[in-house]
Every structure is written in C-alpha cells, then in structure tokens.
C-alpha cells in the first residue's frame, strides 16, 4: 500500500503543469520572436522604400540633364535664369523625396577665363545664387555638375550626382539651322540642307544674327536660341 | 485506508473550475488568433512588397524603352495615353531569321535608314481584369504593326509634354499601378501618387510631327 501512495505522488509531480515563470518565460519568448519579425518586415519596407528613392533621385537627375539639353545658350549662362526657371522649376520625379537640395555648378571645360556659376536649392526655400559667374556666354563647351541629396527613408543623407558638357551647339543644336518649325512641320517640306562641304576645304561657317537679348526659346530664336533653327530669324511653322 | 488515499489524491490533483478553464481558453484563444492574424499580415506585407519591387523594377523596364525611342525619333504624338513615334528604319527585317543593321545614307538633306518614311512603334494600354476582378491595363508596344506585351498589371500610362515648353521637345512619362495590399483609409489618387514613376526625355531629333498626322 505504501509503495502505491508513493508511486501515485510521484506521477502527480511528473504531471504537474507549467509554473507561471515558466509560462511567462514561454510568452516572452514568443513575444521578442514575434517582434523580431515585426522589426524584420519593418526594416524590409524601410529598405523597399529606399530603393524607390534612389530610382526616383536617379529619374529626378536625368530629367534634370534633358532639360538643360534644351536650354537656349543665353539662359544657361543667366544665373538668375538658371535660379528662377531651372532650379526652381520642380522635376516630376522628386515629390517622393524627403528634403531635397538641388546643386548645380557650371564652369567653362576646358577650365579658362570664365568663372563657374554656382546655384543651391535647399529645401523650402528659394534657389540660392552663391556665385553668379561671369564669361560662361562665350563659352563653347561648359561641363555641368549637378548633385541631388535627399533624405532617405533610412533617416541617413542620401546622394546622387552627374557631371555632364554641354556644348554650345550640342545636342540640341543651338546655332544650327533646318532644325524645323515648332512640334515639326510638313514631312515633305524638309528645310534646306546645309551648303555642302568644300572638297580640301574648311567646313562652311553658318552665318548666327544674334538679337538683342538672345534667343527666346520659341521657333524664332534668331541665332542662339532654342536649336529650333530658324537662325535668322524665320518664323517657325507649326 | 484506501478511501483515505484517494480523498487525499484528489484534494491534490483538484481540476480547474470552469471560470478558469473559461479565462484559460479565452487567454489561449486570444493568443492563438493573434499570432494568426500577425502572421497572416506578415506574409501579405511580404508578398506586397516583393509586388511592389518588382513592379517598380517593370516600370524602370518601360520607360528606359519608351526613352530609347524617344531618343530616336523625328515625329512624336500622344494622345488619350498614348504615344506614337516614327524612328528611322534601322534594320533589314526581310529575312526574321537574318536581321541586318542598314547603313545610312542622306536624302534631300537628311540622313535615312531604309524606309524615309520611318518605322511606326506606339505604345499603348489594354484593359481588362485580373484574377481578383480589378481592373487593370496592359502595356503593349507596336512597332510596324506588331505588338508585344511589355508589362501587365499596372495601373495607368501618360504620356505628355513638360509645361512651358511650346517645341514639346522634353517628353514626359508617367507610369503607376494597383499595389495588392494597402491600408483600408488609403485613397486611390493617394496608391497613385506613391506608386507613379515618372521618366522625361529629349526628342533630340528634328520634328517632322505632321507625318503622324
């Protein structure tokens, strides 16, 4: 009889439940586990987000070098201009980021005479003109350094820069005549091709009418204008 | 004696009453339910992320494609979201299985590849409903009168010209779309704002438009 008592006893202490520090260590278990992978899949949108970020920063920038591609000559080398109509002027990419400062340099490459013009766009505030430059409308080559920061959704400064040239007859062909009316023209009515070169000779010079106060940016350019062509002058068609 | 043992027994091993078997179940229930629903989230928040990259990486895709074009055609059009362009005529398509790059050669004083009339490619969307009955567009390019399927799912394509830019020279691009699991207060101009990819790119060729016309 004494060895059933002393058997059930001990079947009642092997069956006995969970203490409650042994319960409350259990939950807490569970609960840093669960935190874990709340933190984690935090972290992860944090990170998503991120990298939406930099792909905008990096639109925002190249949208930036499109546009002055299409500046007229005169307005690239105006800081005021540059401050109140470029910079100013918010990319289409940039409303997702956070604290925005634009920085654009532009200085004459090969370095010469001129002295480099020097913006900044902090946020919410007007683009600063730190230095205005002088000379750059002589130029014919500018190198452009443009840097964006932002604040990432990481809380940490975040940075993309471009350096690019821009020629005074580049791409978009400043200068240049029989560059076509506005938004384009006729498809047969193609504007007169270029004297032909010389044989042995020196290429043509294109003869450039510059207005008072520069090209204005809309088809009648008048010489150093849009790259709308129409050099001397000519209304565009359109 | 042995009724002494078992009245013994049972004083010691005594069950839990039925409040708190009720409290326990509830607590468990509770904890069970909770840990389920957090899980659940979880795996929506990771499946709507992986979307969300994915997605993203698709409209980088788009608009480096709808760029290269831009960058290479002489006459532009968009309405009604979408975009028609004419870019020269590269390549020698008559044999599919022999594709050769053309040299180019100038006419009435402009460089021509192949056909002077150029190569149609136009982008466009499609509608229709996804497997969850929303309604969603498709992305197709056509060039030359074929069309291939450049992305599926997305919400909205628009195209247009950058203000205050009389030559439409900047051509602007836009591209949003449904994310698969968002907040119950968020609105949808709200999922397109956050969702929008937006390119701009320079015709850089001499406009001749009117051939689209």
Not at chain 1, 30 to 58: E, F, P, W, Y
Not at chain 2, 31 to 48: C, D, E, N, P, T
Request: charged share 20%; no cysteine.
């Amino acid at each position: 009889m004494y060895m059933q008592v002393s058997q059930r006893a001990d079947s009642r202490r092997r069956a006995q439940g969970t203490t409650i520090p042994e319960a409350v260590v259990a939950v807490a278990i569970i609960a840093v586990s669960l935190g874990a992978m709340m933190t984690l899949n935090g972290n992860q949108l944090r990170l998503v987000k991120v990298g939406r970020d930099t792909n905008s920063a990096s639109l925002v920038v190249q949208e930036r070098v499109e546009k002055l591609r299409t500046l007229a000559w005169p307005d690239l080398a105006d800081s005021s201009h540059m401050a109140e109509s470029y910079l100013d002027v918010q990319a289409k990419a940039a409303p997702i980021l956070n604290e925005v400062t634009e920085k654009i340099v532009i200085s004459p490459y090969p370095a010469g005479t001129a002295t480099p013009m020097e913006l900044q766009k902090d946020p919410g505030s007007a683009t600063r003109i730190i230095n205005s430059g002088s000379g750059l409308m002589d130029e014919k080559l500018v190198r452009v350094d443009l840097t964006l920061g932002w604040k990432g959704s990481d809380g940490l400064a975040h940075t993309r820069a471009v350096s690019t040239l821009l020629a005074k007859s580049g791409v978009n062909r400043n200068d240049v005549p029989a560059m076509g009316p506005i938004a384009g023209g006729p498809f047969d009515a193609f504007s007169p091709a270029l004297p032909p070169l010389p044989i042995g000779g020196t290429p043509p010079v294109v003869p450039v009418v510059t207005p008072p106060g520069g090209g204005n940016g809309n088809g009648n350019n008048g010489g150093l204008g849009n790259g709308n062509g129409n050099v001397n002058g000519k209304p565009g068609k359109g | 004696m042995n009724r002494l043992i078992l009245a013994h027994w049972r004083s010691t091993t005594s069950g839990m009453t039925l409040v708190e078997t009720l409290v326990a179940s509830t607590i468990v229930s509770l904890a069970i339910g909770s840990m389920y629903v957090g899980s659940m989230a979880l795996q929506k928040s990771f499946r709507a992320a992986q979307h969300y990259s994915s997605t993203h990486a698709a409209q980088l895709r788009v608009l480096d494609y709808v760029s290269l074009d831009l960058r290479r055609a002489f006459a532009v059009k968009q309405s009604n979201k979408e975009i028609t362009m004419l870019i020269p005529d590269y390549y020698d398509r008559t044999n599919p299985s022999n594709i050769k790059a053309r040299h180019p050669r100038v006419e009435k004083g402009r460089i021509v590849y192949g056909n002077a009339n150029g190569v149609k490619v136009r982008y466009y969307i499609a509608a229709r409903n996804d497997h969850t009955g929303r309604a969603v567009n498709d992305l197709f390019r056509e060039e030359a009168g074929v069309s291939r399927l450049l992305v599926s799912g997305i919400q909205e394509f628009e195209p247009g010209y950058e203000d205050n830019d009389p030559r439409r020279q900047i051509v602007k691009t836009s591209i949003t779309f449904p994310p698969i699991f968002r907040a119950f207060a968020v609105t949808d101009a709200a999922t397109k704002n956050a969702t929008a990819t937006h390119a701009a790119t320079m015709v850089r060729n001499k406009r001749e438009d009117a051939a689209l016309n």
